[in-house]
């Protein structure tokens, strides 16, 4: 058996036999939901009674609920994926993904690459003490490997019945999904906040004791923290809306003719969460090192807080990847350290970005040759130019290599503004879940518009 035998008999979630409908979809998008939210309840079984959870940042990228079944949520699908794109991109794998038989090829290495990548990162999670087993015993270290693996597995075939079955993209829809619980939960909760009995854990609560309390100057940060989410959800929107159309026209038929829209955000959301994915994914490799003696990317420390020991980066290149919000700036004073880690977290973040577009458009089949390619099969062109694949590839390529990097480079920057101003969830959790919303809506409007009622074909055509 030749090795793209072996890459198409790998594991997989069959497709449809027929074309599904929108409420189809929507039932298996919904099912494949709930069970990933009822796994993020199942705790592990031989975890450390003692154990309190550490990663929220990474936890939040990664769709994934630290000390469950799911701790490592869809990290090693997105890690295996950022790995071989680059190595498609540095041409250490040769895969033409220009063709047909090249696709396959590559989505067969991407699954195996999740695949090692699952088995890889889920045991050294357990044997680094990031998941400290109970008593230190081997045999629950071998358990709480066998956990995560057996979870890692289930969040990749319910990405597969997701994207096969359902609407959009898992991964897409589970980090829409914990961004917003984390929104809400952070906004509107109710609850004692433990910290602090006397405050609810939600801020608009929090604001509205604080002004009855007779203390409108506490409840400053509350309410300024929830502004800042809704103006970065603004923005996040209004960059989603942003187009540039194209005029094209029919050869055959005179006189017919319509725009091509660009996207402003042309590569949509996956080189976002490859870059935040990437950074967060090093404070993890950090700690993991520091734990084993190694601490080639920086050091820890353990802090108190909210009445629990957390390890905190406190030096090295995690400690700069880590920046300090405007609350931190303004109780303790801009430091050298603090502008030091404003100005590397920027730079990571947004030519990451940058990069990671630009390696999406020529690995995922949208550069200006696929889109040439595209237009062409359509019958179309673009009007006072010949029709050749050459010339269109160099007129799309004025408006996609700039789009591609304009796009990277403020997404990116919208990210690094959220998390400095300290919003209610990471900024790339906020940009994200905005880009995920406007995809699944993109999706279902092109699929499924003539399933809509009346008054929703008048609402989608405005």
């Known amino acids: 058996m030749g090795f793209k035998d072996f890459l198409n008999n790998l594991p997989e979630v069959s497709h449809p036999k027929k074309k599904l409908d929108f409420k189809e ?26 154990y309190q959870s550490r990663f929220e940042t990474l936890s939040i990228l990664l769709a994934a609920n630290f000390g469950s079944i799911i701790s490592l949520g869809i990290g090693p699908i997105v890690t295996a994926s950022i790995v071989l794109q680059l190595l498609v991109g540095a041409e250490i794998i040769k895969v033409d993904t220009s063709t047909h038989e090249g696709r396959q090829t590559f989505q067969g290495m991407q699954k195996l690459f999740a695949i090692a990548f699952i088995f890889v990162q889920n045991i050294l999670y357990a044997v680094s003490g990031a998941l400290p087993a109970a008593g230190g015993l081997p045999i629950n270290i071998a358990l709480i490997s066998f956990q995560l693996i057996l979870g ?49 854990i939600g801020n608009i609560p929090k604001a509205i004791t604080l002004i009855i309390q007779g203390l409108p100057a506490e409840a400053f ?16 929107t209004y960059l989603q809306s942003v187009k540039v159309e194209i005029p094209l026209s029919f050869g055959r038929f005179r006189g017919f003719s319509f725009r091509y829209p660009l996207k402003f955000v042309y590569t949509s ?112 062109n673009i009007p006072g130019f010949r029709r050749d694949n050459r010339i269109l590839t160099r007129v ?41 919303i406007f995809q699944f809506y993109d999706q279902i409007k092109r699929d499924h518009y003539n399933e809509f009622p009346d008054w929703l074909k008048k609402i989608a055509k405005k």
């Open 25 to 50: 979809k929507m039932k298996w998008t919904g099912a494949a939901l709930v069970i990933y939210f009822l796994l993020s309840l199942i705790p592990l079984y031989g975890l450390d009674p003692n």
């Open 152 to 200: 890692s597995f289930i969040v990749m075939l319910l990405d597969e019945v997701v994207s096969k079955w359902g609407i959009g993209s898992g991964i897409s829809l589970f980090i829409a999904a914990g961004v917003s619980r984390e929104i809400f939960i952070n906004a509107i909760n109710p609850l004692p906040d433990p910290s602090n009995p006397l405050l609810a």
């Open 221 to 236: 940060w509350p309410l300024f923290i929830v502004g800042v989410t809704v103006i970065v959800w603004m923005i996040s």
């Open 269 to 380: 959301n996956m080189p976002v969460i490859f870059t935040a994915t990437l950074i967060a994914s090093m404070q993890f490799w950090g700690l993991s090192l520091y734990n084993m003696g190694f601490p080639l990317l920086g050091t820890y420390e353990q802090v108190n807080v909210g009445g629990q020991l957390r390890d905190v980066p406190s030096g090295g290149l995690v400690y700069y990847l880590n920046p300090p919000n405007i609350r931190q700036i303004v109780s303790q004073g801009m430091t050298v350290d603090f502008s030091l880690s404003i100005l590397i977290y920027s730079l990571f973040m947004i030519i990451g970005a940058v990069l990671f577009s630009l390696l999406w458009i020529s690995i995922g089949g949208q550069g200006a040759d696929n889109v040439a390619d595209q237009i062409l099969s359509s019958g179309l």
């Open 396 to 436: 799309l390529n004025r408006y996609i290599k700039p789009l591609t990097i304009l796009g990277g480079a403020s997404v990116g920057a919208v990210a690094v503004m959220a998390d400095l101003l300290g919003a209610l969830s990471r900024g790339t959790g906020i940009l994200l879940t905005v880009m995920i």
